[in-house]
């Protein structure tokens, strides 16, 4: 294992500590227990945001706490869920009187704790909802997962709801308008390698020196099947037809497309990728109002891509467009 | 090899119909010859920016042409210099009257293609300068270099003459502040691993499974010393040293500090080496005034990272700050 790092138990500390130094005039960092939150603070009557995941999927989730985004978030050790007592504390920190919605990736250790988390904030008189993001149509249930996992869909959805928070919305419409955003995302990745978390020192799987996972998830859980490398427009081809399917999107629907790199995957890349991709969408019919193009949503150094698609009304596409001001995520501010 | 591309020698071509498809607003894409060009078109009386090189450093350069930086740049195929016929049709395409800045990395053949470029749109009747970017402290001379290389300081210096383009500043001043730019930046890289050119197919370099090279250039080129892997804050270390000497940096510089993914080292290694570079510049009495953190300027999936400081006077920090909107920088805007 070559990775730039001091002890591999130190890691995700010593990350949080850099993003520290460079971003205080956006987030804080806290320790025992660990949060990222906004440096700003949450004004007074603004639903807050948290959301929060195991680590190794930089810039999700801390780079997306700022302005017009999340208002912290909760890292756990890499690929490892966060714990409670982490999401009570955030949750504390940005109630500001109107409650706080926790937006969580659906893997059995995130949903468990973000609900142990829910249960004491609101014994503690916070309003708490939580709506649990399974955009991944790759697989119906997975090796942490009961049901479809949380991907790239959440990366939008953050965005959004973020926006909207901003706007004023209630914990009620912020509930219902993060629920709605779920019920119209799909996603699906790949890798063509695998990647090794720092404190296991090995690969979390092998992939042949001709092969590639289709459906892959994340934190390198078996997707649909293993195969022979194809060329990238077929591969773009293998996930985008199982998305528009799935919805299914209709001729006519305005969506936001985002390809994404899992990581190692050079931008090079992702953009012959995006170029196929929103071929295919136009040979759909969809119109791409919007789209996202880069390493958001990653699996540390895994090469691969996932492409996520939402459908977007008029209100969506508003909310995308608001300013955002996070280290991973930047316009308008 | 295992690439998301479809044929080799496509993939440059087809990487740019992606960036035309994802980003129709900011940039155009022409081929034969090739460059990409801000899509707004140059206001009149704005000097013209361009720069270019090989491809597989995204985002640079195509990624930096939008408003506020690059008003165009060619791309050559994957670390091959663009050509001359390409740097001087995207010089007649950026001539508002003002004339054109030639911001050249200092590689052999960017160098001699742009004096070439330069001769051609000049006998064209178009006023153009040149400036040559050298900031890299690792090697004197090197594989496809006299002298030194050209960085990472090359992404803060399209930033800042950017906006001061945007700001009015005639050629001569434009030319001026680039080279004081480049006076005040020094860089140095390193990498855990090799990339592969996808027409070459095959590792530029072998690195033995417990070794890095320190100073590396960006196409893979030796760079200082091939050594043993160490943990990332001596690594850092071994980068800050020589770059606070050789200028030298003094106690009490304001500077903007840069740390780089040469593109497969995760996002949380960076922030884990930036903590490790902050705290080093603050130990030499220098003051971080801004900084930047992520995958600016890459080699395709190399793992790895270089940081890059330049001195900052009141005026470059605020040329930093004026809005920046292209594919791969935004702030403001």
């Not at 500590?17 to 990222?36: I, R, W």
């Amino acid at each position: 294992m070559k990775k730039l790092i001091n002890n591999p138990d130190d890691v995700v500390r010593e990350a949080l500590e850099g993003m520290a130094a460079a971003h205080p005039d956006l987030l804080t960092v806290h320790f025992d227990p660990t949060y990222v939150v906004r440096a700003d603070g949450v004004p007074d009557g603004k639903v807050g945001l948290l959301s929060g995941g195991g680590s190794g999927h930089e810039p999700m989730h801390n780079g997306f706490v700022g302005r017009g985004m999340l208002d912290a978030a909760c890292p756990g050790e890499v690929f490892t869920s966060p714990t409670p007592d982490q999401m009570q504390a955030a949750t504390e920190a940005i109630d500001a009187g109107a409650g706080v919605l926790h937006i969580v990736k659906n893997y059995t250790g995130d949903v468990m704790n973000f609900e142990m988390a829910e249960e004491m904030a609101e014994s503690g008189g916070i309003d708490v909802r939580s709506v649990v993001i399974d955009d991944d149509v790759a697989v119906e249930d997975s090796t942490y997962t009961a049901g479809r996992r949380g991907v790239g869909g959440t990366v939008l959805i953050e965005k959004i709801c973020g926006a909207a928070a901003d706007k004023g919305y209630s914990l009620d419409d912020l509930e219902a308008l993060c629920t709605r955003c779920n019920d119209n995302v799909r996603s699906m990745g790949m890798a063509l390698t695998s990647c090794t978390v720092p404190t296991a020192g090995e690969p979390t799987f092998d992939l042949g020196e001709d092969e590639m996972e289709i459906g892959i998830g994340i934190h390198g859980e078996p997707g649909r099947k293993r195969m022979e490398v194809e060329p990238a427009d077929q591969i773009v081809e293998r996930l985008m037809t199982p998305i528009v399917e799935d919805l299914p999107f209709k001729d006519g629907d305005d969506v936001i497309l985002f390809v994404n790199s899992m990581g190692g995957t050079p931008l090079i890349e992702v953009y012959l990728a995006y170029r196929k991709a929103a071929e295919l969408a136009e040979q759909h019919g969809l119109r791409v109002v919007r789209n996202l193009v880069g390493p958001y949503i990653t699996s540390l150094e895994m090469a691969g891509l996932s492409i996520t698609m939402m459908r977007a009304d008029d209100d969506i596409v508003e909310l995308w467009d608001a300013p955002v001001h996070t280290p991973g995520m930047r316009w308008g501010a």
